[in-house]
Nanobody
Framework: QVQLVESGGGLVQPGGSLRLSCAASGSIFSINVMGWFRQAPGKERERVAQINWSDGSTYYVAAVKGRFTISRDNAKNTVYLEMNKLKPEDTAVYYC???????????WGQGTQVTVSS
């Protein structure tokens, strides 16, 4: 089992920045990929970014490319999502998730609210 705890959400003005953190514990050795997802009211959950736990390769959804950066600190078992140039459409609950090798995302954090508004 893997436990994930997110932090760092909040209210920010358009154009501002936030950094989300996701601390993992438990069976860390089983993790292959970690990702950040978001879900806005009335919309489906979407994958925002992901990072390979071993080689650091990354993926970003087109809407956040150039604005968001996902990174990891293996020593701290923590994944970060640096969000810059935030837009109102980035408003959502952001979830951290982990996928074991050859498995889908099946470990989820509790979510953290990000609100971009003036």
């Amino acid at each position: 089992q893997v436990q994930l705890v997110e932090s760092g959400g909040g209210l920010v003005q358009p154009g501002g920045s936030l950094r989300l953190s996701c601390a993992a514990s438990g069976s860390i050795f089983s993790i292959n990929v970690m990702g950040w997802f978001r879900q806005a009211p009335g919309k489906e959950r979407e994958r925002v970014a992901q990072i390979n736990w071993s080689d650091g390769s990354t993926y970003y959804v087109a809407a956040v490319k150039g604005r968001f950066t996902i990174s990891r600190d293996n020593a701290k078992n923590t994944v970060y999502l640096e969000m810059n140039k935030l837009k109102p459409e980035d408003t959502a609950v952001y979830y951290c998730a982990a996928a074991p090798i050859s498995q889908p995302y099946n470990y989820w954090g509790q979510g953290t609210q990000v609100t971009v508004s003036s």
